[in-house]
Each structure stands twice: as C-alpha cells, then as structure tokens.
C-alpha cells in the first residue's frame, strides 16, 4: 500500500511539473497578446498594405470618363520612381546630408557628454538643459524659428555677414544642404548628447581613478577608457540618426516658404508627399518602400560594419 500510495503521489508531482511550463506560457501569451495585436494592427498591417499598393497602379480606359480600376503592376511602380531623376536626387541629397551631418552631430554630442561626465564642470544640471532644451521644442517649431534665421531680407547672419563685407545667402542652391544639416544638428545633438551621457554616468568611478592612478590625464582617460566603453551607445545613435536623416521633411517643407528655390522633391518623403497630393496613391507607396529599404541596408549595413570591426579588434 506505501508504494503504491508513493506512486501515485510521485505521478501527481510529475503531472504539476510538466503541466507548469505550459501554464506559464499560456500566461505569457496572454500578457503578450495585447501588444503583439497592436504590433501586428499598427507596424506590420500598414507594411504589407504599402507594399501591396506599390504592385498596383490607376488604370484609366477610354476618355476618362469613367472610373480608374486598379491593376496589377508589378515592379512597374519601381521603374518609374527609380527611372525619375528627382527622386534619384532627393536619394543622394538625403545620403549627402547623412554622411556629413551625422558624423559632424555625434562628435559635438560625444564632446558634449564627455565635458559633463568631467569632475571639474560646473553648473552640470544648468547645461544638460540647455544641451537638452532644442530637442525639446517640436521639430515643427524649430524649422520655422531657422525658416526666419535664414529667410532672406530677415536673417539677421546674413546682416552681421553683410557688416563684414561678406554677401552670404543661406538660402541659395549651394546652401539649402548645408542649412538643413545645422538645422538637424542643432535640434538632435541634444537627444543624442543624453543617450551618451547617460552611459557614461554607467561606468564606475574606480575605472577612471585607476586610470590616472596610472598617469593618463583628463583626455586619455576620456578617449582611452570612457569611449570605448559607450561604444554600444555611440552604435545606437549612430543608427537612430541614419533611420532619422532618411525620413527627413519637416525642415526643407518649412524652408520652402522663405526658399522657392528649394525642390518640392528634395527629399524621399517630400517626394512621396506631392505624390499623395497628386493622388498618386501607389508612387507615393512605391517611393516609400524604396526609402525604407535604403534605410534598413544602411543601418544593417553599419551594424555589421560595426560587428566586424569589433571582432577584428
């Protein structure tokens, strides 16, 4: 009677260990299902119905007169964006912006960070707000305080420039990249200057003590030991700005008002906007797409850089 009485009970724990784990992912699931929903309704759905608008185009019959029908393209949408000089340029304008404005951006915000990491600064919560304060502003807003800084007749640059002797029109062809980037640069170096100083404010103390324990000064310590230790933070940035610089539009559309010159497709997004305005439903999801891949194989393609780098090291 004791053994099978051991038995059954040995059964009974045997029963509640194997039937935990699935408990506990059926309640995973549930906890889970709520977000993967609203991933699956708001980031995944919306994907595949531009992808599925950029294979079809408006197909109209006779004078017009009647109805457009939709149908089936292909990668005909593809050619055409691609075969579209604009928008080959707003590509390489965007690419242009990013490989100058990101690499000059991130070194002001790894400075930035690093002389507030120091010992010696003072006043560090008075400059981190400051550092902090144009990200904070709505990009909108920001765009149209520059649009005044910049407009011709109203910049009062180009006034003290004028002073000077210097005629310097920041709104001209030559100029219209270089603005847009201190535009970008001056309201995102503080977004990415947090990001930093947050992780250095990760390193312990003792590390930077045995450094100049060891006789390294105030820049060794901060080239030698502190950034290499944020690299897993300067490779975050660096991707959020390149995801950043190719979804570029709020600032050439409000530059548009004090630069006619300016292209209504100087950048992708632009672009897709007069295209949507145009009621080109289908090019515009066809250029979208086209961004997006660009700016995953540039991410990606940094991201793996990055790794290769680090295991050669």
């Given at each position: 009677?004791?053994?099978?009485?051991?038995?059954?009970?040995?059964?009974?724990?045997?029963?509640?260990?194997?039937?935990?784990?699935?408990?506990?992912?059926?309640?995973?699931?549930?906890?889970?299902?709520?977000?993967?929903?609203?991933?699956?309704?708001?980031?995944?759905?919306?994907?595949?119905?531009?992808?599925?608008?950029?294979?079809?185009?408006?197909?109209?019959?006779?004078?017009?007169?009647?109805?457009?029908?939709?149908?089936?393209?292909?990668?005909?949408?593809?050619?055409?964006?691609?075969?579209?000089?604009?928008?080959?340029?707003?590509?390489?304008?965007?690419?242009?912006?990013?490989?100058?404005?990101?690499?000059?951006?991130?070194?002001?915000?790894?400075?930035?960070?690093?002389?507030?990491?120091?010992?010696?600064?003072?006043?560090?919560?008075?400059?981190?707000?400051?550092?902090f304060l144009?990200?904070?502003?709505?990009?909108?807003?920001?765009?149209?305080?520059?649009?005044?800084l910049v407009?011709?007749?109203?910049?009062?640059?180009?006034?003290?420039?004028?002073?000077?002797?210097?005629?310097?029109?920041?709104?001209?062809?030559?100029?219209?990249?270089?603005?847009?980037?201190?535009?970008?640069?001056?309201?995102?170096?503080?977004?990415?200057?947090?990001?930093?100083?947050?992780?250095?404010?990760?390193?312990?103390?003792?590390?930077?003590?045995?450094?100049?324990?060891?006789?390294?000064?105030?820049?060794?310590?901060?080239?030698?030991?502190?950034?290499?230790?944020?690299?897993?933070?300067?490779?975050?940035?660096?991707?959020?700005?390149?995801?950043?610089?190719?979804?570029?539009?709020?600032?050439?559309?409000?530059?548009?008002?004090?630069?006619?010159?300016?292209?209504?497709?100087?950048?992708?997004?632009?672009?897709?906007?007069?295209?949507?305005?145009?009621?080109?439903?289908?090019?515009?999801?066809?250029?979208?797409?086209?961004?997006?891949v660009l700016?995953?194989?540039?991410?990606?393609?940094?991201?793996?850089?990055?790794?290769?780098?680090?295991?050669?090291?």
């Open positions: 009677m004791t053994t099978v009485h051991a038995g059954r009970t040995a059964a009974r724990k045997s029963g509640r260990r194997s039937g935990g784990p699935r408990r506990q992912g059926r309640t995973a699931a549930l906890f889970l299902a709520p977000f993967l929903l609203l991933f699956a309704a708001l980031y995944l759905a919306p994907i595949g119905y531009t992808v599925h608008e950029s294979l079809y185009r408006m197909h109209r019959s006779g004078l017009g007169l009647t109805a457009p029908t939709q149908v089936f393209a292909g990668l005909g949408n593809y050619a055409t964006a691609l075969g579209d000089p604009e928008f080959r340029g707003s590509l390489l304008r965007v690419l242009v912006i990013g490989v100058v404005q990101v690499p000059v951006m991130l070194l002001l915000a790894l400075v930035l960070a690093l002389l507030l990491d120091a010992g010696s600064t003072m006043f560090k919560r008075f400059f981190r707000l400051a550092f144009p990200y904070a502003l709505p990009g909108v807003v920001g765009a149209i305080m520059w649009s005044y407009a011709p007749g109203l910049s009062p640059i180009t006034a003290a420039a004028e002073h000077l002797g210097l005629h310097l029109d920041l709104t001209s062809d030559g100029m219209l990249g270089p603005t847009i980037g201190n535009m970008l640069t001056w309201g995102w170096t503080g977004y990415n200057m947090l990001i930093l100083h947050s992780a250095l404010q990760s390193i312990p103390a003792e590390i930077g003590e045995a450094a100049r324990m060891d006789g390294c000064t105030a820049f060794g310590v901060a080239w030698r030991v502190k950034v290499p230790m944020i690299r897993p933070a300067l490779v975050l940035t660096t991707v959020f700005s390149i995801i950043g610089t190719a979804q570029l539009y709020n600032e050439p559309a409000i530059l548009h008002n004090v630069a006619p010159n300016l292209s209504s497709t100087y950048t992708p997004i632009y672009a897709a906007y007069n295209a949507v305005d145009a009621d080109n439903f289908n090019l515009a999801a066809t250029e979208s797409v086209v961004l997006a700016a995953f194989a540039l991410s990606f393609g940094f991201l793996k850089l990055v790794q290769r780098r680090g295991a050669e090291q």
